[in-house]
């Protein structure tokens, strides 16, 4: 019974900076991988960033290499996702997702769990 909840999602200016939080609850938290991924309308979900259960290594997307960070923190159960330099084409709906076999896989259908999704938009 894992349960994601995505929160930290609004309203920026162009430049601006937001953390996205993901909580989780219910299975084994530091056996997880945890990815972020979002979906704009009209395109496909994208995977943005990965890290792995231990927090060791990282993998992000081109799109928002040195611009995104993902962390974690098993002590609380939550993952991170901290956007800097964000753009209007940055808008989407931002999802976190739990890998519990992977380590920093890309692609959407290796997560087994997702959270609701969070919105972010980016005013020009």
């Known amino acids: 019974q894992v349960q994601l909840v995505e929160s930290g999602g609004g309203l920026v200016q162009d430049g601006g900076s937001l953390r996205l939080s993901c909580a989780v609850s219910g299975g084994t938290f530091s056996n997880y991988a945890m990815g972020w991924f979002r979906q704009a309308p009209g395109k496909e979900r994208e995977f943005l960033a990965a890290?792995?259960?231990?927090?060791?290594?990282?993998r992000y997307a081109d799109s928002v290499k040195n611009r995104f960070t993902i962390t974690r923190d098993n002590a609380k159960t939550t993952a991170y996702l901290q956007m800097n330099s964000l753009k209007p084409e940055d808008t989407a709906i931002y999802y976190c997702?739990?890998?519990?076999?992977?380590?920093?896989?890309?692609?959407?259908?290796?997560?087994?769990?997702w959270g609701q999704g969070t919105q972010v938009t980016v005013s020009s």
């Open positions: 890290i792995s259960w231990t927090g060791g290594t990282t």
């Open positions: 997702a739990a890998d519990p076999y992977g380590d920093t896989r890309s692609a959407p259908y290796f997560y087994n769990y």
